[in-house]
């Protein structure tokens, strides 16, 4: 949807308010006593560090990050341990995927002492974590809705060997996953390997929970990727966005959403950027606090702290950034400009210093807002006046946004026209012809379209037109006519990307997108000039 969520504020009013305004008016409606973070630790909720053998070649921590701005009651365990079984498990690499793995779970019910067990067989898991704790309270956001608690656990493995498969498990005061009937409870990662090699990554935007998003999981679990990117929208617990009384926010959804996830998450890093919907007012002036609670991501972006959803990691010979569009949107500006460029200074730089490694050879940057589309919220004058320029300067290879609920890819774009057509199954080198841009909202959310008249162009059904009329978002934040003849491949329905990496004396990139039901609907590969 078009709107910010704004859930309880009234529609007249919150068109005029900023997510730091929208927070400040739902905070006085819904207060509420806080509980410092020193009371909490007090309670003994949050583990301060690891519990071990010293020297081990592992070492794991509560994740540092400071919990988010919350008002909440410190949780006590009400329930028999050994009836709790935690779910929702995710994995999230740290800066250095080589040597760093963060991973996150959920429990229904508050417990004692959690913790992670580790190791390289599944029947020996003798290193073991304390887990921190970060409890999310959620009032009643609309209509009939309950409070909820929430109680996300994050653990921080750092010192990992590069290129080896793990084994581990989450548990609790009454929850061994390490005893033998619980050998199924059990999970897996792979660092990545200490030299590049061939791998596969996967990508989209706009999930939500459905039937689609469920299937596109399992066919993603079938392309083995080393890690997935989720370019913003990931829930969609707000029910429409449009700033009504009428709207809901259920934070319920969230847990639906992660057990949906579990099983491609539990293994494969499900790195996360912030969308629209994933600005939550209620938890924090920017609307990222329940992100903070819920990810454990890598703390090297400009902010991590306030701004998790912007960070980088390099993984064999791709180097990828992920950023905050909201920060810089003119169609949703409800966020834009909290960062009083920084985000921008840092993207600058670190595309700089990447570029500069001699082992990385593409660089991919993700993030919501589109740059370049035809579909419904079609493009967006803030990210291309913001970024543009950058992405320009330091030959960023692909790009790859949401938002629009559909899969649209563009030709090779120089100077914002067609550096060169890209065909199906064609080949373009970034630095000759131009940065090629893939939306690929079509994660599982309700779909889009595309204008009137204008048809699906894809690979077994090609219909490639001169030009389209669609427009780009303005600073009035009023849509700006546009006639482009970039719009190579369209595609209404549920998709995803997926990318294979190769290196050595001819490094490419081989991209696809693959429908729900695993039919190829587009492909072509990057290349670049020695």
């Not at 519990?51 to 949780?75: C, Q």
């Not at 606090?289 to 972006?301: C, D, I, K, T, V």
């Not at 990828?320 to 730089?349: C, H």
């Not at 001169?466 to 600073?475: A, G, R, V, Y």
């Amino acid at each position: 949807m078009s709107e910010t969520p704004r859930v309880g504020i009234p529609e007249q009013l919150a068109a005029r308010m900023s997510m730091a305004e929208q927070h400040e008016y739902l905070r006085e409606r819904h207060a509420r006593p806080k509980v410092s973070r020193r009371t909490a630790l007090a309670g003994g909720l949050v583990a301060a560090g690891a519990a071990g053998t010293a020297g081990a070649l592992i070492s794991g921590t509560a994740n540092a990050s400071p919990s988010p701005t919350l008002a909440t009651d410190a949780a006590t365990a009400k329930v028999d341990g050994s009836l709790v079984a935690p779910f929702g498990r995710h994995l999230a690499f740290g800066a250095d995927p080589k040597t760093q793995m963060r991973v996150s779970w959920q429990v229904p019910f508050a417990v004692k002492s959690p913790y992670l067990r580790v190791g390289l067989t599944p029947w020996e898991l003798s290193r073991k974590f304390e887990a921190e704790v970060r409890t999310l309270h959620t009032p009643s956001l609309g209509r009939k809705l309950p409070e909820v608690d929430q109680y996300y656990l994050h653990v921080a493995l750092d010192g990992l060997k590069p290129g080896t498969t793990y084994y581990y498990g989450v548990g609790h005061a009454g929850f061994d996953p390490g005893d033998p009937h619980r050998l199924g409870t059990l999970g897996t990662f792979r660092t990545a390997p200490a030299a590049p090699e061939k791998f596969v990554f996967t990508a989209f935007g706009d999930q939500g929970v459905s039937y689609h998003a469920l299937a596109n999981d399992q066919v993603i679990l079938g392309q083995n990727p080393s890690f997935h990117l989720h370019a913003g929208d990931i829930c969609y617990a707000d029910s429409s966005g449009h700033g009504k009384e009428s709207d809901t926010y259920d934070a319920r959804v969230w847990d639906t959403f992660l057990a949906q996830t579990e099983t491609v998450a539990k293994s494969v890093p499900w790195m996360v950027t912030t969308g629209n919907h994933d600005m939550e007012a209620w938890y924090s002036p920017n609307g990222y606090g329940g992100q903070a609670a819920r990810w454990s991501l890598p703390e090297n972006g400009f902010d991590p702290e306030n701004s998790p959803g912007v960070y980088s990691f390099a993984y064999g010979n791709v180097g990828v950034v992920a950023l905050d569009a909201n920060d810089v949107s003119y169609e949703i500006p409800a966020n834009k400009g909290y960062s009083d460029g920084k985000q921008t200074a840092w993207l600058d730089k670190r595309l700089g210093e990447m570029r500069a490694r001699k082992d990385i050879d593409f660089l991919v940057v993700f993030f919501h807002h589109c740059m370049y589309s035809t579909s419904t919220h079609a493009s967006d004058g803030g990210v291309r006046d913001a970024w543009l320029s950058l992405f320009t300067k330091h030959q960023v290879d692909l790009v790859i946004n949401g938002h629009n609920h559909v899969y649209e890819r563009t030709d090779a774009i120089k100077g914002g026209e067609v550096g060169k057509p890209v065909p199906i199954g064609e080949t373009t080198d970034p630095t000759r012809d131009g940065i090629v841009y893939v939306t690929a909202g079509g994660a599982g959310k309700d779909l889009y379209g595309f204008p009137v008249g204008v048809k699906d162009s894809y690979e077994g059904a090609v219909d490639d037109r001169e030009s389209i009329l669609s427009f780009h978002w303005t600073k009035l934040r009023l849509p700006d006519p546009d006639t482009v003849e970039w719009s190579r491949v369209r595609y209404t329905g549920f998709s995803f990307l997926a990318v294979e990496a190769s290196a050595g004396a001819s490094p490419r990139l081989k991209v696809s997108a693959l429908a729900e039901n695993g039919e190829r609907i587009d492909h072509f590969d990057i290349v670049r000039s020695k």
